[in-house]
């Protein structure tokens, strides 16, 4: 009655609402939900798993490392532990799987600013390539070249608000003519409007702002942050749902469940 969830940054508060959904439905349901940060390192994700399989648990809810290691899915098959990745896509589809449609999402975040007027854009937030990111970058990218505006200008920063204030000071001297960004992640896209702030300008006025999450800080966040909606807690609760229906019927087909995002306009973006 013990379900192990693996997953990459707790402290981030994405991760924290959709914890808190997958621990509302299970613990309701009898279960303890025990959480391992890895941290995506391949080698302490591997470790992580080894334990759980060591100890018995009865399920497990997974966010595979950008390297994962072959043998811990071997393991994980070999044990038949019933199993749920979250967010990045195993290329065999070994096992049930909920994610969320970022190529869409940020195709429709782009084409909302650059309905507005926006021309000089910029990718901001996330480090190198892994599956998420290089989704929704590829979204941004597709919208622009749709309607013939150049490519967005590509700014890396880990995903922390206090990383991202640095990265978006840093950016605006480098770019100065970026009028419109399309973030990672809520927690770039706050970071970034605090170095608007701390640079006397305003977001939502002198440059346009999007963030993706939802997190509960977004509605409260001064200005309001426009965002790409996909309610990390009700995702929990979908993640925690597709793993209780695996282990009560073992030998129902693998199940593929992507949430769409809804664009929720606020306050940080405007025409350019």
């Known amino acids: 009655r013990e379900i192990g969830l693996v997953i990459h940054q707790i402290a981030n508060p994405f991760n924290a609402e959709v914890i808190s959904g997958v621990s509302d439905l299970l613990e309701a349901e009898g279960y303890l939900v025990s959480v391992l940060d890895s941290r995506d390192d391949p080698e302490k994700e591997a470790r992580n798993l080894e334990a759980f399989i060591r100890n018995a648990r009865g399920g497990l809810l997974w966010v595979p490392s950008a390297e994962h290691a072959p043998r811990t899915t071997d393991l994980l098959q070999t044990h038949r532990i019933p199993t749920v990745t979250f967010l990045r896509r195993l290329p065999e589809m070994t096992f049930d799987h909920v994610g969320i449609e970022n190529h869409a999402a940020t195709y429709l975040a782009t084409s909302y600013l650059a309905d507005l007027g926006h021309y000089n854009f910029c990718y901001f937030g996330g480090m190198g390539a892994g599956q998420v990111r290089e989704e929704r970058l590829a979204g941004c ?14 700014w890396e920063s880990p995903d922390s608000k206090l990383s991202a204030l ?13 009028t419109a960004l399309i973030c990672n992640g809520d927690m770039v896209a706050l970071g970034a409007c605090l170095a608007l702030t701390r640079l006397g300008l305003i977001a939502g006025k002198d440059m346009s702002v999007i963030g993706f999450d939802d997190i509960s800080d977004a509605a409260v966040a001064t200005p309001p942050l426009t965002t790409m909606a ?6 929990g609760l979908k993640l925690a749902r597709v793993l ?12 593929n469940h992507t949430a769409t995002a809804t664009l929720v306009v606020r306050g940080t973006t405007g025409p350019a």
């Open 166 to 178: 640095d990265a978006a000071l840093a950016l605006r001297i480098a770019h100065p003519e970026t």
């Open 230 to 235: 996909v309610s990390p807690h009700q995702l």
């Open 141 to 154: 990218i597709a919208a622009l070249a749709d309607r013939g505006l150049p490519p967005p200008v590509i």
């Open 244 to 255: 209780l229906d695996r282990i009560s019927d073992p030998t129902t087909p693998i199940v």
